[in-house]
């Protein structure tokens, strides 16, 4: 079963529009992180933010938030006002545990493609 | 300079060669990482690292193998490199230490088997 699902594999939005891209994810574990990587048209991986499954408050990261909702294993990630250099792959990741063996595991990832 | 840096960022090679991927970090963590990344697909795990003596495979191993030479480095190698292996490798390093848990990447490389 996947643990982490992307449903959008691909979005248009026009430019100055806030965007959210679906999360979801599986794990019985009671502390997990979760994170959302950009990568660019040029392939570098660019880490954008992270929320701890026992943070009280949803993670922000200037134009960044992540929209978690633990009941319903969901970790959306909202863009504000975007920007034609939004453009681009956006991976969301699980980490299972906090033992020293826990690895971080991928979505299929969403393209985001902004619009002038 | 790069707190990952991934040598070389692209390369071409014939089906049948060896082929060396560097990766050397200055970010002092002791946990590194070579993924595989497909034209759009996320990225799958090829070996991992937790420190010098602690080698792991990871979900896509066979075909590859790796060194780690020291703590900032590791590498990645395809004995008989085959055309499906061509794809965008990334090294990435990790730390546990505060609490964050998350990875550092390389800027990747490019693969291309003809």
């Known amino acids: 079963a996947q643990k982490i699902t992307q449903t959008q594999p691909g979005m248009f939005v026009q430019e100055k529009e806030a965007v959210t891209l679906d999360c979801t994810y599986d794990?019985?574990?009671?502390?997990?992180?979760l994170f959302w990587y950009k990568q660019p048209s040029s392939g570098e991986m660019i880490f954008l933010i992270y929320q701890g499954s026992y943070d009280q408050q949803n993670a922000t990261e200037g134009r960044y938030s992540l929209n978690f909702q633990k009941a319903r294993k969901s970790a959306n990630l909202v863009i504000s006002a975007s920007q034609l250099g939004d453009s681009a792959m956006y991976f969301c990741a699980m980490r299972e545990g906090r033992g020293s063996n826990y690895q971080l595991i991928w979505g299929a990832g969403t393209k985001l493609i902004i619009k002038p | 300079d790069a707190d990952v840096t991934q040598t070389p960022r692209n390369r071409i090679t014939k089906t049948g060669k060896r082929i060396m991927l560097e990766c050397s970090q200055t970010?002092?963590?002791?946990?590194m990482y070579w993924y595989r990344q497909d034209p759009g697909l996320g990225l799958r795990l090829i070996y991992y690292?937790?420190?010098?003596?602690?080698?792991n495979k990871g979900e896509i191993s066979d075909g590859y193998s790796v060194s780690r030479q020291a703590q900032a480095k590791f590498s990645l190698s395809l004995e008989s490199a085959i055309p499906n292996q061509t794809a965008l490798y990334f090294c990435?390093?990790?730390?546990?230490?505060?609490?964050?848990?998350?990875?550092?990447f390389g800027s990747g490389t490019r693969l291309t088997v003809v």
């Open positions: 690292s937790f420190d010098v003596k602690d080698i």
């Open positions: 970010k002092g963590h002791d946990r």
């Open positions: 794990t019985s574990d009671p502390s997990y992180g």
């Open positions: 990435a390093t990790s730390d546990l230490r505060g609490g964050y848990y998350g990875y550092t």
